[in-house]
Nanobody
Framework: QVQLVESGGGLVQAGGSLRLSCAAS????????MGWFRQAPGKERDIVAA????????YYADSVKGRFTISRDNAKNTVYLQMNSLKPEDTAVYYC???????????????????WGQGTQVTVSS
C-alpha cells in the first residue's frame, strides 16, 4: 500500500507557472506508475499526465501537451508536475495517484489507479 500527499497548489495568474509535488510513503514506490488527475467543479476527474515506474515513458492529455511536464525521483519517492503557461481552464483540484505495475507505458485509465492523494487546489486567474 502507498500513501500520497500532494503539495504546491495555489493561485496564479494566466501565463504563470506552478510545480506540484506528490510525496509517497512506502519502500515500493518504483513499483508504481504515477499519474496526475484533475477535477473541476461539476466535471469528471480526468487524467492530466502519467509516468511509468522507471520514468522512461510518459503520457499527456492533449490539453496540456507542451505546457506540463511530469517527472519522478524514485530515490525521493516523489513525483512532480511542472505546469507552465497556465490557463484559467486549468483551474481544478489536482490529484496524485498510483497504479501498481511495471508496464513499459503508464496507464491513462482512472480505474487502474488504486491509491489517491487528498488533492491540491490550483486556481488560474485571467
Amino acid at each position: 500500500q502507498v500513501q500520497l500527499v500532494e503539495s504546491g497548489g495555489g493561485l496564479v495568474q494566466a501565463g504563470g507557472s506552478l510545480r506540484l509535488s506528490c510525496a509517497a510513503s512506502g519502500r515500493t514506490f518504483s513499483s508504481y506508475a504515477m499519474g496526475w488527475f484533475r477535477q473541476a467543479p461539476g466535471k469528471e476527474r480526468d487524467i492530466v499526465a502519467a509516468i511509468s515506474w522507471s520514468g522512461g515513458n510518459t503520457y499527456y492529455a492533449d490539453s496540456v501537451k507542451g505546457r506540463f511536464t511530469i517527472s519522478r525521483d524514485n530515490a525521493k519517492n516523489t513525483v512532480y508536475l511542472q505546469m507552465n503557461s497556465l490557463k484559467p481552464e486549468d483551474t481544478a483540484v489536482y490529484y496524485c495517484a498510483a497504479a501498481l505495475g511495471r508496464s513499459y507505458y503508464p496507464t491513462s485509465l482512472r480505474n487502474d489507479y488504486a491509491y489517491w492523494g487528498q488533492g491540491t487546489q490550483v486556481t488560474v486567474s485571467s
